[in-house]
């Protein structure tokens, strides 16, 4: 298992010349954990698409390192997984499909049809893996944006509203993730929820400052 | 950028629009409602070739921007461009749509060929079948090499049915030049070096264009 | 900057003036007057003014594609607002060099627009401008705004080669140096100018060249003033 570390430097984000949040630092090792809060409208999702290296800083810089090594950030998309309201999966494609898809898209020569299976079986999907996901519920879709998350464990697994939609066996679920995540890697999870921040042992909070 | 990725993009893609006929079923009925209204203009009118040739590529440009810009609009639609960007590089996602549209343009002067020969069959006769195949075939690479970039730019703005059209005539008015010349000599039956002038221009344009977007494209891809 | 403004004025001025007052005669003597042109007697004056005006509008493109690309290795908001001060300017002087050429076609060639490679560049190079400003007030967010245009602004200028040097060697035309007739006999007129129109001509070059950058840079200053206003008072 690779070690992936982290560290932002100054970052600030404007859009339309306004502010969203200003000199976020944060610096994170192997197996560190973050919570990442703020009230409505303080960039919570803007920072995860920084970090995840889907939007470039205004300001700032992000750097990321595997085992020490300085990488691009274009290179650490494979080594993310993300869960997040602006990310989808395809309406047309079923669950089952939607996996492998994506893992031939990104190459990944670990993932097998097992690792497929064995991933939609802990979201709780299996049954349901041949139905085409625009027949899914919201809380459904949720879980298998988790199984597509978590698929290749990745070295670093960022949550941005993880409960949204999920139900309470789904939150039993996503704490399952959780913790398999901590065992082996870092943790960012972006959220309003004290019972989910309490999951990570560093905080940043966004938005405090007066704009 | 693999290979091996970009042929499974190029898969989901081709895989996609045969379930959800997103662009095939309006590229179809366009087709079939442009020649039918040049049928009606024209009724019995024994149009010249070079007419004929301009009438052909007017539909087959009028098709192409109302289907070519769904690659990019419908995974910006459904909120799968995050997705994509997670598990593919930008020249990947590039190359791959390239190909899509340059696999759809290509059946899209292929049905347009069909349907002219059956509606014109007095003076849509192609006389120079080797002109005319080269014609086809780097015209749909022409087509996409410019319109793919452009799709990928009206994706990220909210006029976007009126926008594509407008963005990509002024960029591909050298290219609609050059195959209109081209088919008419194939038309004509002109001999196929008659046309090698025009192949040079077509190849010129595509690997200008290609080449320019690839550079460009991960400015407009990535937010 | 001062010398700029005052330049391009007293060029300007001196290559109207000049360009106008001195007289055609058919056996120029020295200085002061013009040879005659086959063809184009004294219609040949306005080659000092539409030529001129034409190649400032290329000079603008490049400009503002320059800046363009810039804006995307940069990501600074100022090249932006030069690019987009260029391009306004590139289709104030793309309508003036149309304008010129059509009402010197009306009386040369016989109507106001022919379709000649020339006129048929100028045209798509109108539609450019047009697509790009249309392009521009259907992105909301500015930094799209700015990279997305951009992009658009290199993509347009890819094609630019293909019609300065493609499009007259393929179409018939009427400009100068157009496919259809290479020993002069025909419409095409064949352009040899005396030294002292070359003068004014090349002095002209200048003075408009000089009335861009001018304009230009009062242009520049005066996005980057209302873009400072908007900064406050959004």
Redesign the interface.
């Known amino acids: 298992m690779t070690s992936v570390s982290l560290k932002l430097d100054g970052v600030s984000k404007e ?4 502010l969203i949040f200003r000199d976020v630092s944060i610096s994170l090792q192997g197996g560190d954990t973050l919570a990442i809060t703020g009230r409505n409208g303080s960039g919570k999702s803007t920072l995860v ?1 920084i970090l ?1 290296g ?3 800083p205004t300001r700032g810089t992000l750097m990321y390192a595997l085992d020490g090594k300085d990488i691009e950030v ?1 290179a650490i ?1 494979d080594h ?1 997984g ?1 869960v ?1 309201p ?8 079923t669950g089952l499909e939607n996996l492998e ?2 893992s ?4 990944d020569r670990n993932i097998t049809g097992e690792t497929i299976a064995e991933a939609l079986k802990n979201v709780g999907l299996w049954d349901r893996r041949n139905d085409f996901v625009r027949t899914y519920s919201s809380g459904m879709k949720q879980r298998l944006k988790y199984a ?1 998350a978590v698929l290749h464990r990745p070295g670093v697994l960022v949550l941005d509203e993880p409960t949204s939609n999920l139900d309470a066996d789904g939150i039993a679920m996503v704490e399952r993730c959780v913790r398999e995540q901590r065992s082996h890697g870092m943790l960012i999870v972006a959220t309003n929820d004290a019972d989910e921040a309490i999951w990570c042992s560093q905080r940043v909070v966004l938005g405090d400052e007066k704009v | 950028m693999s290979a091996s990725s970009t042929f499974a993009l190029v898969r989901k893609d081709v895989h996609s629009e045969l379930r959800t006929r997103y662009a095939l079923n309006a590229l179809i009925m366009f087709v079939v409602v442009a020649v039918a209204t040049i049928l009606f203009a024209l009724r019995s009118d024994q149009p010249t070739s070079s007419v004929l040739a301009g009438l052909y590529w007017v539909v087959v440009f009028f098709t192409a921007m109302s289907g070519l810009s769904r690659t990019f609009v419908s995974e910006e639609e459904r909120g799968t461009t995050m997705t994509l960007q997670l598990v593919a590089t930008p020249s990947t996602v590039y190359f791959a749509k390239l190909i899509v549209n340059t696999a759809l343009t290509f059946s899209l002067t292929i049905a347009v060929t069909v349907l002219y020969m059956t509606v014109f069959s007095d003076s849509f006769v192609i006389q120079t079948m080797s002109t005319f195949l080269v014609t086809v075939i780097l015209g749909s690479l022409g087509f996409a090499s410019a319109s793919t970039i452009i799709a990928a730019i009206v994706a990220k703005a909210n006029t976007r049915a009126t926008l594509y059209p407008v963005l990509s005539f002024p960029i591909l008015v050298v290219l609609l030049m050059t195959v209109m010349s081209a088919t008419t000599k194939a038309l004509d039956g002109e001999p196929f070096e008659g046309a090698l002038g025009d192949f040079q221009i077509l190849a010129g344009y595509i690997l200008a264009m290609t080449g320019g977007s690839y550079l460009l494209f991960e400015y407009v891809w990535k937010e | 900057m001062k010398a700029v403004k005052f330049g391009s004025v007293i060029l300007i001025t001196f290559v109207l003036i000049s360009g106008l007052a001195i007289p055609i005669s058919s056996n120029p003597q020295g200085w002061l007057e013009f040879p005659n042109i086959p063809g184009l007697e004294e219609k040949a004056r306005n080659i000092l003014y539409h030529v001129p005006i034409a190649w400032t509008t290329v000079v603008a493109f490049l400009v503002g594609t320059f800046y363009g690309f810039r804006y995307l290795k940069t990501k600074n908001i100022d090249d932006d607002i030069k690019s987009v001060s260029a391009a306004g300017l590139g289709f104030m002087f793309c309508l003036l060099a149309t304008i010129t050429g059509a009402i010197w076609a009306k009386f040369n060639w016989g109507s106001f627009w022919n379709w000649d490679p020339r006129e048929t560049s100028i045209f798509v190079l109108l539609l450019i401008y047009g697509a790009y400003f249309a392009l521009r007030s259907a992105l909301e967010t500015e930094e799209k705004r700015a990279s997305l245009s951009a992009v658009y602004s290199i993509i347009a200028g890819i094609t630019v080669p293909f019609f300065i040097f493609v499009m007259p060697r393929i179409m018939s035309g009427l400009h100068p140096g157009a496919k259809g007739d290479p020993d002069g006999s025909g419409p095409v007129v064949q352009l040899k100018m005396s030294p002292n129109m070359l003068v004014i001509f090349l002095l002209g070059l200048v003075g408009f060249t000089l009335f861009f950058i001018w304009l230009f840079n009062l242009r520049v200053r005066l996005a980057r003033l209302e873009y400072q206003r908007s900064v406050q008072h959004p």
Do not use: G, H, P, T
């Not at chain 1, 859009?15 to 306004?18: A, I, L, T, Y």
């Not at chain 1, 602006?86 to 494609?93: I, K, T």
């Not at chain 1, 031939?104 to 190459?107: D, E, M």
């Open positions: 859009f339309n010349r306004r698409k995840c889907l939007l470039s274009d998309k993310i993300l997040s602006y990310l989808q999966m395809y309406d047309e494609f898809v994506l031939r898209i990104r190459a597509f």
